[in-house]
Protein backbone atom coordinates (compact mmCIF):
# COMPACT_ATOMS: atom_id res chain seq x y z
CA UNK A 1 0.00 0.00 0.00
CA UNK A 2 1.50 3.78 -1.03
CA UNK A 3 1.95 6.27 1.92
CA UNK A 4 -0.66 9.15 1.27
CA UNK A 5 1.22 12.37 0.38
CA UNK A 6 0.63 14.73 3.88
CA UNK A 7 -0.76 18.56 2.75
CA UNK A 8 1.01 20.99 4.95
CA UNK A 9 -0.81 24.63 5.89
CA UNK A 10 -1.45 26.77 4.19
CA UNK A 11 -2.91 24.06 1.70
CA UNK A 12 -6.27 25.45 1.08
CA UNK A 13 -7.60 21.87 1.50
CA UNK A 14 -7.21 21.81 5.04
CA UNK A 15 -9.60 24.93 5.49
CA UNK A 16 -12.02 23.43 3.99
CA UNK A 17 -15.57 21.81 5.67
CA UNK A 18 -15.24 17.76 4.77
CA UNK A 19 -18.61 16.36 3.65
CA UNK A 20 -19.98 13.04 5.10
CA UNK A 21 -19.23 9.88 4.23
CA UNK A 22 -22.21 7.98 2.70
CA UNK A 23 -20.78 4.97 0.80
CA UNK A 24 -18.65 2.26 3.11
CA UNK A 25 -17.33 0.53 0.09
CA UNK A 26 -13.75 -1.27 -0.90
CA UNK A 27 -12.42 2.43 -1.59
CA UNK A 28 -13.16 3.73 1.70
CA UNK A 29 -11.64 0.55 3.36
CA UNK A 30 -8.51 0.83 1.17
CA UNK A 31 -7.97 4.77 2.40
CA UNK A 32 -8.61 3.97 5.85
CA UNK A 33 -6.04 1.26 5.61
CA UNK A 34 -3.65 4.00 3.56
CA UNK A 35 -4.24 6.92 5.64
CA UNK A 36 -3.45 4.29 8.99
CA UNK A 37 -0.34 3.53 7.27
CA UNK A 38 0.96 7.12 6.81
CA UNK A 39 0.36 7.90 10.32
CA UNK A 40 1.97 4.88 11.35
CA UNK A 41 5.07 5.84 9.18
CA UNK A 42 5.02 9.64 10.02
CA UNK A 43 4.52 9.12 13.30
CA UNK A 44 1.95 10.28 14.67
CA UNK A 45 -1.17 9.48 16.67
CA UNK A 46 -3.47 11.24 14.48
CA UNK A 47 -4.99 11.49 10.55
CA UNK A 48 -8.14 13.29 9.27
CA UNK A 49 -8.88 12.81 5.20
CA UNK A 50 -8.44 16.24 4.49
CA UNK A 51 -4.89 16.10 5.56
CA UNK A 52 -4.02 13.72 2.63
CA UNK A 53 -5.95 15.95 0.29
CA UNK A 54 -9.59 13.89 1.04
CA UNK A 55 -12.31 16.51 2.07
CA UNK A 56 -14.85 13.45 3.48
CA UNK A 57 -15.43 12.75 7.24
CA UNK A 58 -13.22 9.97 7.73
CA UNK A 59 -9.94 9.90 10.84
CA UNK A 60 -7.66 7.12 11.80
CA UNK A 61 -6.44 7.41 15.57
CA UNK A 62 -3.97 5.40 17.73
CA UNK A 63 -2.60 7.39 20.73
CA UNK A 64 -1.78 3.65 22.82
CA UNK A 65 1.74 3.86 24.39
CA UNK A 66 5.02 2.61 23.32
CA UNK A 67 4.47 -0.30 25.69
CA UNK A 68 1.14 -1.10 24.79
CA UNK A 69 -0.74 -2.89 22.10
CA UNK A 70 -1.54 -0.69 19.03
CA UNK A 71 -5.36 0.13 19.53
CA UNK A 72 -5.88 1.50 15.77
CA UNK A 73 -9.81 3.99 15.90
CA UNK A 74 -11.04 4.16 12.41
CA UNK A 75 -14.34 6.81 12.69
CA UNK A 76 -16.41 7.56 9.60
CA UNK A 77 -18.90 10.88 10.24
CA UNK A 78 -17.85 11.05 13.81
CA UNK A 79 -19.27 13.48 16.50
CA UNK A 80 -18.44 14.74 19.75
CA UNK A 81 -21.43 14.18 21.69
CA UNK A 82 -20.48 14.84 25.03
CA UNK A 83 -17.46 16.81 26.80
CA UNK A 84 -16.31 17.38 30.52
CA UNK A 85 -13.77 19.25 32.32
CA UNK A 86 -11.10 20.70 30.99
CA UNK A 87 -7.41 20.16 29.61
CA UNK A 88 -4.39 22.29 27.81
CA UNK A 89 -1.45 20.18 26.76
CA UNK A 90 0.98 20.53 24.11
CA UNK A 91 -0.08 19.77 20.44
CA UNK A 92 1.38 19.40 17.07
CA UNK A 93 0.00 18.44 13.44
CA UNK A 94 1.31 16.62 10.85
CA UNK A 95 0.30 19.20 8.34
CA UNK A 96 2.04 21.93 10.39
CA UNK A 97 5.99 20.32 10.40
CA UNK A 98 7.99 21.51 13.73
CA UNK A 99 5.08 23.80 15.65
CA UNK A 100 3.73 22.83 18.70
CA UNK A 101 1.78 24.64 20.80
CA UNK A 102 -0.59 23.97 23.98
CA UNK A 103 -4.74 24.41 23.65
CA UNK A 104 -7.39 24.37 25.03
CA UNK A 105 -9.40 21.05 25.05
CA UNK A 106 -12.08 19.16 27.19
CA UNK A 107 -10.47 16.60 29.37
CA UNK A 108 -13.16 13.82 28.66
CA UNK A 109 -15.19 13.47 25.02
CA UNK A 110 -17.69 10.25 24.07
CA UNK A 111 -17.70 10.13 20.47
CA UNK A 112 -20.08 9.02 18.07
CA UNK A 113 -19.18 7.15 14.72
CA UNK A 114 -19.80 5.02 12.25
CA UNK A 115 -17.07 1.73 11.93
CA UNK A 116 -15.87 0.82 8.14
CA UNK A 117 -19.05 -1.57 8.04
CA UNK A 118 -21.55 1.44 8.55
CA UNK A 119 -22.48 0.60 11.75
CA UNK A 120 -22.57 3.11 14.47
CA UNK A 121 -20.28 2.85 17.48
CA UNK A 122 -19.22 5.18 20.43
CA UNK A 123 -16.24 5.81 22.16
CA UNK A 124 -15.53 7.47 25.54
CA UNK A 125 -12.28 8.90 26.40
CA UNK A 126 -9.92 11.09 28.23
CA UNK A 127 -6.66 12.28 28.27
CA UNK A 128 -4.31 12.18 24.95
CA UNK A 129 -7.47 10.27 23.51
CA UNK A 130 -9.85 12.80 24.02
CA UNK A 131 -7.10 15.72 22.63
CA UNK A 132 -6.92 13.73 19.67
CA UNK A 133 -10.27 12.85 19.10
CA UNK A 134 -10.82 16.73 19.07
CA UNK A 135 -7.94 17.58 17.02
CA UNK A 136 -8.85 15.17 14.35
CA UNK A 137 -13.04 16.30 14.21
CA UNK A 138 -11.48 20.16 13.80
CA UNK A 139 -9.68 19.01 10.87
CA UNK A 140 -13.09 17.92 9.67
CA UNK A 141 -14.41 21.41 9.61
CA UNK A 142 -11.44 22.99 8.43
CA UNK A 143 -9.79 23.75 11.78
CA UNK A 144 -6.06 23.49 12.35
CA UNK A 145 -4.59 23.58 16.70
CA UNK A 146 -3.29 26.91 15.52
CA UNK A 147 -6.38 28.36 14.81
CA UNK A 148 -7.23 28.34 18.72
CA UNK A 149 -3.57 30.41 19.56
CA UNK A 150 -4.29 33.79 20.70
CA UNK A 151 -3.87 36.70 18.08
CA UNK A 152 -0.56 36.94 19.53
CA UNK A 153 0.81 33.38 19.74
CA UNK A 154 -0.64 33.43 16.21
CA UNK A 155 1.57 35.94 15.36
CA UNK A 156 4.46 34.41 16.39
CA UNK A 157 3.47 31.18 14.93
CA UNK A 158 3.12 32.85 11.60
CA UNK A 159 6.86 34.25 11.70
CA UNK A 160 8.44 31.03 12.88
CA UNK A 161 6.11 28.75 10.60
CA UNK A 162 7.61 30.65 7.21
CA UNK A 163 11.13 30.03 8.99
CA UNK A 164 10.52 26.33 9.47
CA UNK A 165 9.26 26.36 5.95
CA UNK A 166 12.16 27.90 4.56
CA UNK A 167 14.51 25.75 6.29
CA UNK A 168 12.64 22.76 4.51
CA UNK A 169 12.95 24.23 1.31
CA UNK A 170 16.51 24.58 1.66
CA UNK A 171 17.07 21.20 2.86
CA UNK A 172 15.31 19.74 -0.72
NI1 LIG B 1 -3.53 17.63 12.87
Known sequence: MPLLRILHYPDPVLKKMAV?????DDKLRQL????????????GVGLAAPQVGVSQRLIV?????????????????PRIVSREGELCDE??????PGYYARVDRAAKVVVDFLD???KAQ????EGLWAVAFQHELDHLDGILFVDHLSPLKKGLFRKKYQRILQQQEEQL
Not at 32 to 41: G, L
Not at 65 to 71: D, N, R, V
Not at 122 to 125: H, K, L, S
Open 20 to 24: PVDCF
Open 32 to 43: AADMAETMYAAP
Open 61 to 77: LDCSGKEEEPQLVTAVN
Open 91 to 96: EGCLSV
Open 116 to 118: LDG
Open 122 to 125: QIEC
